[in-house]
């Protein structure tokens, strides 16, 4: 029995012939034409993180969709306010809920304004209150294999940061996001075991890039063009989120320190190398915990771990917040009587 033709050939098919504009009727004929009366061709709407107007059918015992346009179907992608975001250096944080982050913007724009006004760290204090991180640690990072190694140097760096000591916590905190995203890698491929550049935690994040693309559509074939980068950022949150930390991840926390464009308010190798003392502000912090949370959830969508991404409350994340709790009281206690 001759193979098919590719659905992708179909897709253009239809589309050089006019079938996406005459209507489903002309697109329905040409699918049956390829793939029998009996394929089942009819109008259908994809969903995936939003709404992708098509056809499925099927080809040789598996479902198939081809959209009637080439076009992604948002344009501006799932986080409009990502560069703004972006020039106070904060990645889009996962699992925030859409109050917090419309208070993060609101205070960039009101700080843009006033700069003596509302804070950017004061926002993010407010969402990432001490009883909030303990919950993080318990319920997520310590459900996650990546983290494990890690855990003790975490606690320790969130109780520096309670205390005032923030440019231990800061630096601190540096080294455990690099070994953690080490960790996800080596789980990815072994050859990442044990790698320490630039360029070689960029291809940990192309490789994650690559396995969301490739898992995303579950269930159904698509063209080609339909996992490309390029379409997905439109519409994809999972993966402009990645997106989003390369990013920041390439030209700003790991670029070289000549290389850095603006200010630089957190950079890994001006830290750790001591060309810049002064990266010890409340937002580095917060910065490199929410890297914290982009890193459970990512291992969480590649399967890594069965921890729930809604963060949930626990007997053991309830002990640890409310020590967390009372460390932040005795850190602004000891701040009052003994300041820096």
Do not use: W
């Amino acid at each position: 029995m001759p193979m098919q033709k590719s659905i992708e050939a179909v897709f253009y098919q239809c589309e050089h012939t006019g079938a996406f504009l005459k209507g489903p009727a002309a697109v329905v004929n040409i699918l049956k034409s390829h793939y029998g009366e009996s394929c089942g061709a009819a109008p259908y709407t994809l969903s995936h993180f939003s709404s992708i107007l098509g056809y499925r059918f099927i080809r040789e015992g598996v479902t198939c969709f081809i959209p009637q346009s080439k076009t992604p179907p948002s344009s501006d992608g799932p986080f409009p306010f990502a560069p703004l975001l972006a020039s106070k250096d904060l990645i889009v944080p996962p699992l925030l809920m859409p109050r917090h982050m419309m208070l993060i913007c609101d205070a960039i724009r009101a700080n843009e304004r006033n700069p003596g006004g509302l804070t950017v760290d004061f926002c993010l204090a407010v969402i990432y209150t001490p009883s909030n991180m303990g919950r993080y640690f318990e319920s997520l990072f310590s459900e996650i294999d990546s983290f494990r190694p890690y855990m003790q140097h975490i606690d320790e760096c969130i109780r520096a940061y309670l205390f005032g000591y923030v440019s231990v916590a800061v630096s601190g905190l540096i080294l455990a996001s690099e070994g953690i995203l080490r960790e996800i890698g080596a789980k990815i491929d072994s050859r990442f075991e044990g790698i320490t550049s630039k360029d070689q935690f960029i291809n940990v994040l192309t490789k994650i890039e690559d396995i969301l693309m490739a898992k995303a559509y579950p269930g159904v074939e698509v063209p080609g063009f339909m996992r490309l980068k390029e379409y997905m950022l439109g519409f994809d949150e999972q993966l402009c989120l990645v997106d989003n930390f390369r990013e920041y991840f390439t030209t700003r926390l790991y670029e070289k320190t000549s290389e850095v464009e603006g200010a630089i308010d957190m950079n890994r190798h001006s830290v750790l190398h001591g060309l810049s003392m002064d990266f010890n502000k409340p937002i580095n912090f917060y910065r490199l915990f929410i890297m914290l949370v982009f890193l459970a959830f990512v291992s969480v969508l590649l399967g890594h771990s069965r921890a729930s991404s809604f963060v949930p409350d626990t007997e053991r994340s309830k002990l640890k917040s409310d020590c967390y709790d009372k460390l932040a009281a005795l850190g602004a206690s000891m701040k009052v009587r003994f300041p820096i």
